[in-house]
């Protein structure tokens, strides 16, 4: 069955660097999109990054772009989110998520989710 187990997070000061993994198992994942989600309190889960597994395309939302990188290892079946600059408005819980969709690059459900990594970004 499909499973996301998520690493990296952490504490970090502001303007700090942090990299969060994502390794998934369970199936073949290279039709699947590859997201990673945040929800910080009192506010809506936003999806900050996604992949298309088979041909590498990436979404990246305003607010993370040019700070965010996300990538995937093929040989470790793992989707990394390199954050860079970050600022006390990243603070959240950040998810990784799958779909088996091509580039499922919006808000919508995905149809599985990690147990989540909290991210907190001191000032």
């Known amino acids: 069955q499909v499973q996301l187990v998520e690493s990296g997070g952490g504490l970090v000061q502001a303007g700090g660097s942090l990299r969060l993994s994502c390794a998934a198992s369970g199936r073949t994942f290279r039709s699947y999109t590859m997201g990673w989600f945040r929800q910080a309190p009192g506010k809506d889960r936003e999806i900050v990054a996604a992949?298309?597994?088979?041909?590498?395309?990436?979404y990246y939302a305003d607010s993370v772009k040019g700070r965010f990188t996300i990538f995937r290892d093929n040989v470790k079946n793992t989707v990394w989110l390199q954050m860079n600059s970050l600022n006390p408005e990243d603070t959240a819980v950040y998810y990784c998520?799958?779909?088996?969709?091509?580039?499922?690059?919006?808000?919508?459900?995905?149809?599985?989710w990690g147990q989540g990594t909290q991210v907190t970004v001191s000032s």
């Open positions: 992949i298309y597994w088979r041909d590498g395309k990436t």
């Open positions: 998520a799958a779909q088996n969709s091509p580039y499922y690059f919006n808000n919508r459900a995905y149809d599985y």
